[in-house]
């Protein structure tokens, strides 16, 4: 079974520049995530998707991230303009909607983003 | 908000048991997860207890959740090289969202 996808693994932009990434799940996953992991720290959820509708965006800072997932499957989170503090890697992570055993979430490899 | 805690790094030898430990604040959370993060790579999921459980063994990983203290840890018998990665706690699952520690590096020596 093929993993969750991610691109481009690696960015490297300048401040006020735009980005965005790419997320393609597990085949049949209708839950999907973006993380932000700032070096150190642990994953903070972004947002979330059940199908193409939003669940919870509660921490997205929605001023300069967007966010969408047509047809229910790929996703793309867009950064616009892009600060300093933007870098970090961005985790997409699919899961079946269910209890722990359903709903083990896997995670891609991440894109890491630096913002010069 | 929930707040989870843990160590930041932790060094054994290799055939030694490693001890990895959380402590968090929300107890209504469901479930507990422990996830691993090797370099470059995305986070795998190890094991996860039920809140209404105080253990749980999977072959060479043993869960001990102790509710009044909000403490969880991860023992990993006989670790290896290959254990060496970060290791983060999270918190929620089922319905709720997953807040993770800060993680913890393990750095296993031969």
């Known amino acids: 079974e093929a993993g969750v996808a991610q691109s481009p693994r690696y960015k490297i932009i300048e401040k006020r520049q735009s980005v965005a990434f790419w997320c393609n799940p597990i085949?049949?996953?209708?839950?999907l995530y973006w993380y932000q992991q700032i070096l150190g720290q642990g994953p903070k959820l972004l947002i979330q998707?059940?199908?193409?509708?939003?669940?919870?965006d509660s921490q997205l800072p929605k001023d300069r991230f967007s966010a969408e997932r047509l047809k229910g499957v790929d996703s793309t989170l867009k950064i616009q303009p892009a600060k300093l503090e933007d870098s970090a890697v961005y985790l997409c992570?699919?899961?079946?909607?269910?209890?722990?055993?359903?709903?083990?979430?896997?995670f891609g490899p991440g894109t890491r983003l630096t913002v010069l | 908000g929930e707040d989870v805690e843990q160590s930041l790094f932790l060094s054994v030898r290799e055939g030694d048991s490693s001890v990895i430990n959380c402590t968090y604040t929300?107890?209504?959370?469901?479930?507990l997860y422990w996830y691993k993060q090797e370099p470059g790579a995305g986070l795998q999921l190890l094991t996860y207890?039920?809140?209404?459980?105080d253990m749980k063994q999977d072959q060479r990983l043993t869960v001990l959740l102790n509710k009044k203290d909000k403490h969880l840890s991860l023992r990993i018998a006989d670790t290896q090289t290959g254990d060496s990665a970060i290791y983060f706690c999270?918190?929620?699952?089922?319905?709720?969202?997953?807040?993770f520690g800060t993680g913890t590096r393990l750095l296993v020596s031969p």
């Open positions: 207890i039920f809140s209404n459980m």
């Open positions: 085949s049949g996953h209708a839950t």
């Open positions: 929300d107890s209504s959370s469901t479930y």
């Open positions: 999270a918190t929620g699952g089922g319905f709720q969202k997953l807040v």
């Open positions: 992570a699919s899961s079946l909607p269910g209890g722990p055993s359903t709903d083990t979430q896997y």
């Open positions: 998707f059940q199908n193409n509708g939003v669940v919870d």
